[in-house]
């Protein structure tokens, strides 16, 4: 193997093969020959080899742990999973003692593998399910009651972003698909409302939104619920003194085939649905509250407030 | 009914390794995905996307990281890594964070010591680098192979090679060798 047979890249490069053990046998040997010899590339394989090993220490990342909320998120996303997967099992064998099947000779021998199907190990993963259920809480396992696969996976998502149906201004709309709901919940659960002054996505909603608004900002509402009931926005103004200036109702319960209309929604905005009333203008007012009442059931009403200053 | 319950343990077993594995390796996904994207919301959406994918069919994944013969760390990695080239060709587009280096830093880096300070040095010198270097060093050093490197490049090994041994001399001759000297 002579210098010159190679061109001074081929060499290097050479060198990098040397050093991650890809030359063997007469090759390597001949390499080992022709580096004896020439000191400026023992100089260069010195430099690569003491280079990527500190690489190597440096992305070990030796220390580094991942955060206990992303773990608890991932333990999470992980034991839906499992659920997901073992109930994947039960339908076969639940299909196939159900299904009418001529080989069930009499009722007694139907109600024999009926009554196996509710054998110890069958309530054991109920139970399972069950508890699985309490802990990851009902705002995850609302959005699983359809076997879909896209809203599995949709769901499983610890984070991503959503983009909004194209709506005309100041129009409410109600988001059906689960966003990402870990994310979102923990950014606006605890008042159920955030305000952004861009398309809400999921980036945006990263920040907790402005505290102060300016008069003529056309914000977004978005309201998260945590319930299934009627809802309605209103929004109210004040001047310094605490006087009410102004007030309306952005948004309220009407029929669902009206979703699209100026300021109506669907009669009934679900658990884990995500509301959104789009570029509201932002009225010349000293304060401004924005309030949405969920009504669940016949009686019970919740109120959800969230006040700005305005400038 | 036994196979059922048998199944049903493997499936308790696969999950359980595989979650341990996620928690392990996630700082080291996020720092592989801020590496090429060098914004950490979008590095963090393309590791919940893999790790969204691990979620919808684990039994899929630990029968593909079998066939391939390699780890799930390596799958995973490279899951990460496939995510980016995707995204990258559906047109989408990172915005740089202007602390990407910090960001890096952070993230990487724990140790207080003056070794963890002259690592943490060494790796501001490795964000100054060209995009293309940076990159390749960073999944060099996480252990990848020269293989993974030039598929997810489209080059021959031999090239990937070269471009390693120019990215390493650059990054020796920007960091003043400062290991040499230690």
Known sequence: MKREDFEPDDLQGMLIAYLDNQLVGQEK????????????????????????????????????????????????????????????????????IFEPSEKIASFAAAKEKRSRFFSFQGITQMAAALALGVIIGPSLMGQFNSSDDTQYREA?????????????????????????????????????????????????????????????????????????????????????????????????????SKIVDQNVLADKLSLDQNLIVSKFEVPKVDNLRIIVDLVIGDTETITYKKSFKVD | MLAL???????????????????????????????????????????????????????????AITELG?????????????????????????????????????????????????????????????DGCRELLIERGMGLKQAELAEARNLTQSAVNKQIAKCLKQLHERSGGIFHEA
């Open chain 1, 29 to 96: 040997k001949d390499f080992e020959d022709l580096l004896s010899r020439h000191e400026d590339l023992q100089a260069d394989l010195e430099i690569y080899k003491i280079t990527s090993s500190k690489l190597t220490e440096l992305f070990d990342m030796d220390g580094v742990e991942t955060p206990l909320s992303v773990e608890q998120k991932i333990r999470q996303a992980s034991a839906f999973g499992e659920s997901v997967l073992q109930s994947s099992q039960t339908p076969e064998t639940e299909r196939a």
């Open chain 1, 156 to 256: 499983l998502k610890l984070r991503g972003t959503v983009g909004l149906p194209d709506v005309k201004d100041n129009s409410p709309v109600a988001i059906d698909r689960p966003l990402d709901l870990m994310r979102l919940s923990s950014k606006i659960n605890k008042d159920g409302i955030s305000v952004t002054k861009s398309a809400p996505t999921i980036n945006s909603l990263r920040d907790e939104g402005p505290s102060t608004l300016t008069v003529g900002d056309k914000i977004y509402i978005n309201f998260y619920s945590i319930r299934d009931g009627k809802i309605t926005i209103k929004y109210e103004g004040f001047n310094k003194a605490g006087d009410l200036k102004v007030s309306d109702v952005l948004a309220e319960g009407a029929s669902r």
């Open chain 2, 5 to 63: 319950m048998q199944k049903s343990v493997h499936i308790r077993v696969m999950i359980v390794s595989i979650t341990d594995e996620v928690v392990a390796i996630y700082p080291k996904l996020r720092v592989l995905a801020l590496s090429k994207t060098k914004n950490l919301s979008d590095a963090e959406d393309i590791v919940q996307d893999v790790m969204a994918k691990v979620w919808e069919n684990p039994t899929k994944i630990e029968q």
């Open chain 2, 70 to 130: 390699t780890s799930t760390e390596a799958y995973l990695k490279r899951a990460v890594i496939n995510r980016f080239i995707d995204l990258k060709r559906y047109g989408k587009r990172f915005k740089d964070d202007e602390d990407f280096a910090e960001k890096l830093e952070e993230s990487v880096v724990s140790d207080p010591t003056r070794r963890g300070l002259l690592l943490r040095d060494f790796l501001k010198h490795l964000t100054k680098i060209g």
